[in-house]
């Protein structure tokens, strides 16, 4: 046979397996499903030491606040799960872009109290409450970074956070509403209620996690992550 002839049959023959072989489903999988793992866990405080509610007067707009107000700067349930905190992969940038970080202000509180931000994103500030709000943000430099006030609902308001760190928000009318932007240029989540967390497809490979939370503190630990796998990692914070 001619030699360009059967390097030409050969090559026919190969691709004709490898259609054959994706009719089937016998593609290969991608380098994101066989590469990358995931970390869950918990954090909490010793069960002997979860702190009864916190009840606030209300001195101002009563009408919409109510009489009192629950302290939530700890959330924890009963066997000391604690929510809020969040969770850091150090040094691995964001893979899927974060939700689009949201202050809303609601029935006299801030919601989410705690989120994470990607650094350089822009934060949509918003009102349900009738009464006259300020979101007043803070760096961790303690500096303003805007303070926005929202005398009626349904207003929509847009600001940059332009560079990583914690982002404290108060309102200057209501002493008691708090909230906290975590911006970051690494993966991070935060603790849902009961104190769990995960973070989904983490390249395989060797991390350091850290943790961070308004009122109490924790160690930061290192993991490894294999590819297809889970890791556990808990964190006790004092």
């Given amino acids: 046979m001619n030699r360009s002839v059967g390097y030409t049959v050969g090559v026919l023959v190969g691709l004709g397996v490898l259609v054959q072989g994706l009719a089937q489903g016998g593609g290969a999988r991608s380098g994101a499903e066989t590469e990358t793992g995931t970390i869950r866990g ?75 931000a990607k650094t350089r994103s822009v934060v949509s500030i918003q009102s349900e409450d009738v009464a006259l709000h300020s979101t007043h943000a803070y760096d961790d430099r303690a ?50 209620s009961g104190g769990g967390f995960e973070i989904p497809n983490v390249p395989a490979g060797t991390y350091e996690l850290a943790i961070w939370h308004e009122r109490y503190m924790g160690r930061s630990q290192t993991v490894t992550v294999a590819a297809r796998g889970a890791v556990q990692a808990d964190f006790r914070l004092e």
């Avoid at 009192?68 to 604690?82: I, K, L, R, Y």
């Avoid at 929202?150 to 002493?175: A, K, T």
């Fill in 143 to 192: 500096r303003t970074m805007f303070n926005i006030a929202i005398p009626i609902p349904g207003m929509v308001i847009e600001r940059p956070l332009r560079r990583p760190g914690v982002v404290r928000v108060e309102c200057d009318s209501h002493g008691w509403m708090r909230g906290w932007v975590y911006v970051t240029n690494d993966i991070s989540t935060v603790s849902e």
């Fill in 42 to 116: 918990q954090v909490t405080i010793d069960a002997g030491d979860v702190p009864e509610p916190v009840m606030i007067d209300v001195t101002a707009d009563q009408a919409t606040c109510g009489l009192q107000v629950e302290d939530f700067s700890t959330v924890v349930d009963v066997s000391g799960g604690v929510a809020n905190a969040v969770v850091t992969l150090v040094g691995v940038p964001w893979t899927e872009e974060p939700p689009t970080p949201i202050i809303n202000n609601a029935q006299c509180y801030f919601r989410p109290r705690v989120q994470v």
